[in-house]
């Protein structure tokens, strides 16, 4: 089987709803991205031959995912967070956020990274999200 690995870095806040503890504030963290996409098979014919995936390709879908992400406020999709984003969209300009269906923890955005990557037609293998350079969640499906 072959491996290929590529990565992105950004920068993104994020509130965790009823969580207790000193990240229970909104804070941010400088993310690290490291996905693997898995072949076993060489692609034949066409500009690709010899490939399991052009990297360019893989590139262009991280890039989707840095500009989802990055320099953004992640919140849920419940009340707090509703209200929440409501109340800064009418105190600040140029707010940018992304609001998700699930609490915006690294297990849950490791997952939904995966699952966008995957719907793009990428034979994607395994997601590696650092929260802090010491910190991060690995995300694969079951074989």
């Known amino acids: ?9 950004f920068d993104m806040s994020h509130y965790l709803s009823g969580y207790d503890g000193k990240c229970g504030n909104i ?13 076993t098979e060489l692609k034949s014919t066409g500009s690709n031959r010899a490939m399991v995936e052009d990297f360019g390709f893989i590139k262009l ?8 992400f990055d320099h953004k ?3 849920e999709d419940d009340q ?5 984003i409501k109340r800064l969209e009418g105190t600040l300009q140029n707010f ?3 609001v998700v269906s699930y609490r915006p923890t690294a297990e849950e955005m490791s997952r939904d990274i995966f699952n966008r990557i995957k ?4 034979n994607i293998y395994e ?4 929260e802090t350079p010491t910190n991060s969640c690995i995300y694969r499906e079951e074989e």
Do not use: T
């Not at 707090?80 to 929440?84: S, T």
């Not at 719907?119 to 990428?122: L, Y």
């Open 27 to 39: 804070h941010g963290h400088r993310y690290r991205l490291i996905v693997k996409v898995k072949g």
């Open 73 to 75: 406020l992640v919140v």
């Open 61 to 68: 879908i991280l890039k989707d995912i840095h500009d989802l």
């Open 119 to 122: 719907a793009k037609g990428i």
């Open 80 to 84: 707090i967070g509703r209200d929440l």
């Open 96 to 98: 940018e956020h992304v």
């Open 1 to 9: 089987m072959f491996i290929l690995k590529s990565e992105i870095g």
């Open 127 to 130: 997601v590696e999200l650092f």
